[in-house]
């Protein structure tokens, strides 16, 4: 443990220095790896952006005859400046792991046998078809992931919800950004970050809201410390859950008992009102305030329902709500001094300062994901820092096209790749564009992620083909959903790169190409489209996941809808989705521009970019001279009122831990790929448990031990590390979940916020003790 603590310490001070080299000297760039043996001068360098985050870093692939050789940051990316992290410098080698799947797989008397692609998807064509007959069109259903790209999301969605006439599409980022969508939609009526990493270059404070950057947006992180490094008055505050390299590397660190970020967030919102910090001129012409339901609890229950409902309230019932939420009585349930959540206000409140919040899966993952994101905003709405350099509410994705491809193309239930599928006039766009008759589109949405893996379970449905992510590693609650797959009348397909545990549960498994083995376009955290083409032949029958759903929809019938060759279809798929989004709001680069270029913004209006949102200075969508929050009917954001409420799993007298689960800097997600690059291996080898040095006395056990945790849903062993990267405070652990030899997620708890559906991975109770 700790060899790997140090080899933490090193790569992570690589990064470091090489970001801040990379900011300062944007037109220097270098191969941070490069194969043993390559010929410098038969490298051909050819872009792609990195899969291994949803920040969209750049990349440039050294490429030596069929094998890529050598990467490096691309200069003429705007999001990296020529700087990756230390996953993005050895991505490629993750093509090359000696268990790479290049041939399909179909379970025969239990067990798997090598059969032609071909074979394959002729089987999964006919177990859909005899499903819908034996059961109807709602028993077959598919679930990608932000790592889909554009295309992929789009021919999935135009499959089941446009031929099929199914709403049963999901993806992983329903478990990761689903809570981002829902505050978004709720605050502003459109979804996406108003802002871009540009205000990272404009900021006096950045507050990054139980987000450790360092580790998970190491790239965005290195900016944010360039800018301190040329500006001494910029200020990072980390407000956290526990203790990380973030803390270590801002001016200041703020601990926060679980859950009640939602409590301080009101906090900071009363000083703001009590100091008359208030940006008035904004508030009085751009917000209003509204309420909505309460007590609206967690979704552990199969079929829960929830909708919420908004009323508009005025601004004495907004002061009124908030007098729960002094300091000191905040102080009392969160931890956070009453001095503490003052500086902070202040910071928020002072008007000659630019401020940036950033945020991620802490605020996202969380029982009351929806609210948390909603008091945020109203922090930014009530001082009028928003929609400009500098000022910016920020939700990060973790993944390279969680907004790309989930969020704008609408791979989730409810959605349509312009609207959702409720609304007839959206239902009658998307047949018309789709070629498909307006009643194939099913009106009610199914099952969200949560959901659609209960009725897997309850056979509801009994088709599933899972693309680009890795669930029986990543659901919480995961003993139930995993049995639910293994059952005997369900048919599980998979199409992935390597084996996991996922394909251990598959009746087929498809070899999928990867990112750089196939053309592609992915949309990243600042609404930045980016556009690669093929670099590298797929390995063996690989074949890309866009090209897998042709091949079934045609074997469905569907040739009509689906007309495309293999020369030309992603471009052509893209000019078709590109009519859905047409417009000064959403309108999306050519494909020509695109491939021009290192990634280009939208809305994309008269060949330029729109950096921000809703202020008419930026954006041509804007009306007026001012702001412009177009996304509501009367054109003003909304202040909503919040309150605190409890976790859905508390510790107590038997379980006395808080239980909390992420990522590290050097693996990505499951680790199904970045376990299999050497050095990153290497690094973190294994899944520890994070103890605080005086619970590890009280326990007797001190780091490299093994220690057993246990929720009400399992308990598993493994080694305690005190000291570590991370420190949580006395009452907590941390896990990191990229390890499959250790299922942390069959110990958490399967609650999710009612309106997003986002399940809290950060909060449960668990009991701590020697093995």
């Not at 902070?344 to 029982?367: E, I, R």
Request: proline share 5%; net charge positive.
């Amino acid at each position: 443990m700790e060899l790997t603590r140090r080899h933490f310490i090193k790569t992570a001070a690589i990064n470091s220095a090489l970001a801040a080299a990379a900011v300062l000297f944007p037109g220097v760039t270098f191969a941070a790896w490069k194969e043993s043996g390559a010929p410098s001068g038969s490298i051909q360098w050819k872009k792609t952006p990195c899969r291994f985050c949803g920040t969209g870093c750049g990349l440039l692939v050294g490429v030596s005859g069929d094998r890529a050789v050598a990467v490096k940051g691309d200069p003429n990316s705007s999001v990296n400046k020529g700087l990756c992290c230390v996953k993005g410098y050895h991505s490629v080698q993750a093509l090359y792991g000696k268990d790479r799947l290049t041939t399909a797989k179909v379970r025969r008397n239990g067990k798997m046998v090598e059969v032609p692609v071909s074979e394959a998807l002729d089987i999964i064509a006919q177990k859909m078809k005899k499903t819908i007959k034996d059961h109807g069109k709602d028993s077959v259903s598919i679930y990608g992931s932000g790592q889909w790209t554009i295309p992929d999301g789009y021919v999935a969605s135009k499959l089941f919800k446009g031929c099929i006439g199914t709403n049963n599409v999901e993806a992983n980022a329903r478990v990761c950004m689903a809570s981002a969508v829902t505050g978004f939609m709720s605050t502003f009526g459109l979804d996406e970050p108003m802002g871009c990493y540009d205000d990272i270059d404009h900021a006096d404070v950045f507050i990054t809201w139980g987000n450790n950057m360092a580790e998970m947006h190491p790239v965005l992180f290195s900016r944010m410390v360039a800018n301190r490094k040329r500006k001494k008055h910029v200020k990072i505050i980390d407000f956290a859950t526990r203790s990380t390299r973030s803390s270590l590397a801002s001016d200041k660190s703020i601990l926060f008992e679980p859950q009640t970020d939602l409590a301080v967030a009101n906090a900071i919102c009363y000083e703001i009102i009590r100091n008359n910090w208030v940006n008035w001129d904004f508030v009085k012409s751009h917000v209003s305030f509204h309420k909505g339901k309460t007590n609206i609890g967690y979704g552990t229950e199969d079929h829960f329902k929830f909708e919420d409902k908004l009323e508009q309230v005025d601004w004495k019932a907004y002061k009124t709500f908030l007098k729960d939420y002094t300091p000191e009585k905040v102080e009392r349930i969160s931890g956070v001094s009453a001095a503490d959540i003052r500086y902070l206000a202040s910071l928020y409140g002072d008007p000659s300062k630019k401020v940036t919040s950033f945020w991620c899966m802490g605020m996202n993952q969380h029982s009351r994901g929806t609210w948390i994101n909603n008091l945020v905003y109203n922090i930014h709405l009530l001082v009028g820092k928003i929609s400009s350099p500098g000022n910016s509410p920020f939700s990060l994705t973790g993944q390279p096209s969680a907004c790309g491809t989930v969020r704008e193309v609408g791979t989730l239930t409810h959605k349509l790749p312009k609207g959702v599928v409720t609304n007839k006039a959206h239902r009658e766009f998307a047949a018309k564009i789709w070629d498909v008759p307006v009643s194939n589109i099913d009106p009610k949405p199914t099952y969200h992620t949560m959901e659609m893996f209960r009725a897997l379970d309850r056979g509801d449905i009994r088709f599933m083909w899972i693309q680009v992510t890795n669930p029986m590693v990543t659901l919480p609650k995961l003993k139930r959903y995993r049995d639910g797959a293994k059952k005997k009348d369900r048919f599980v397909v998979v199409s992935d790169v390597y084996p996991t545990p996922t394909t251990d549960i598959a009746d087929v498994i498809l070899p999928a190409a990867m990112w750089i083995e196939r053309e592609g376009l992915f949309g990243n955290s600042e609404r930045r489209t980016q556009q690669w083409d093929q670099i590298l032949p797929p390995q063996g029958e690989a074949m890309c996941d866009t090209w897998q759903i042709i091949e079934v929809a045609r074997r469905l019938g569907y040739q009509k809808q689906f007309p495309w060759s293999r020369e030309t279809y992603i471009e052509d798929i893209w000019k078709e989705y590109g009519r859905f989004h047409a417009g000064a709001k959403h309108g999306m680069a050519p494909y020509e521009v695109l491939k021009q270029r290192s990634g280009v913004q939208w809305p994309f209006v008269n060949g330029k970019e729109t950096k921000w949102r809703f202020n008419a200075k930026y954006d041509p969508a804007a009306k007026g001279k001012g702001f412009d929050f177009y996304g509501k009917p009367d054109h003003r954001a909304r202040i909503l009122l919040r309150p605190y409420e409890p976790a859905a799993e508390s510790p107590d007298s038997e379980y006395k831990f808080w239980l909390n689960t992420g990522r590290v800097l050097e693996h990505w997600h499951t680790g199904s790929m970045t376990r299999r690059v050497p050095i990153l291996h290497g690094a973190v080898p294994s899944a520890y448990v994070e103890i605080h040095p005086d619970d590890a006395v009280d326990m007797g056990v001190v780091s490299g031990e093994k220690v057993k945790i246990s929720s009400r849903r399992g308990s598993i062993v493994m080694d305690a590390l005190i000291n570590g990267r991370g420190n949580p405070p006395r009452g907590m652990v941390f896990v990191p979940f990229f390890d499959e030899k250790y299922l942390i997620n069959e110990l958490t708890l399967d609650a999710f916020c009612p309106i997003s559906k986002q399940p809290d991975y950060k909060k449960c109770a668990v009991k701590v003790e020697r093995a």
